[in-house]
């Protein structure tokens, strides 16, 4: 009989809350479950209660999906993919604006780190990244006390960081690192695109379809 293992059980109650687990979200996790035959271990455990493993398309994180869901479990998943569509246009916003922060020009990825210092610098020389800034915390109906773009930058990253889009990274609060949740937002995005036939307006399809 195997002994009891805190990270096999840490890992497992964080798949089961609806977490994507990543090596910035749960580093420990993460490690453990790439390590011999734990990812089996916890694939057939998974199995047993009606769940199944997922990973997103690009393989950076790792999450539980329901096999056969209830009544319940599926009022869940529908609101889910409502608040998902709701956000949507925030989002499409809010990813054209990382863009054009980005020395790359390209989109907010996993383990990505995020400087808020660099971040204002950035607005602050930029008329254009400041009025999608507005449209963003407008859009996403995000709280914010004040109409200086720190205020609102510092708004925007604590609400990234309580929806898990990030985790604030060493001991200044100002250095935060993406997790996976943009993976799965991705994989959301594009099956929403494809499947759910959600009305844009042209620029935002032609964003959407850049960012995915």
Known sequence: MKSFN?????????LLA????????APESFQYFFAGEHQQEAENYLAQIGRSLLYTKDQKGFYAAINTPNKKDLRAI???FREVAGNLEGFVVLLRMFKGLSPSSRPITASETIRESTLL???????????QLDDVIHKLKISQKGVQHKTKLK?????????DYLKSWGKSGITYRATANWSLLYDQMEFIQQYEAIPLRDEQANAQTEII
């Open 121 to 131: 610098d950035a607005i602050t020389d930029s008329p254009s990244l400041q009025d």
């Open 18 to 25: 609806g977490k994507v687990i990543c090596e910035t979200s």
């Open 6 to 14: 805190p990270i096999f059980k840490e890992t497992i109650e964080l």
């Open 78 to 80: 529908k609101e889910r």
């Open 155 to 163: 708004a925007l990253l604590s609400y990234l960081e309580k929806h």
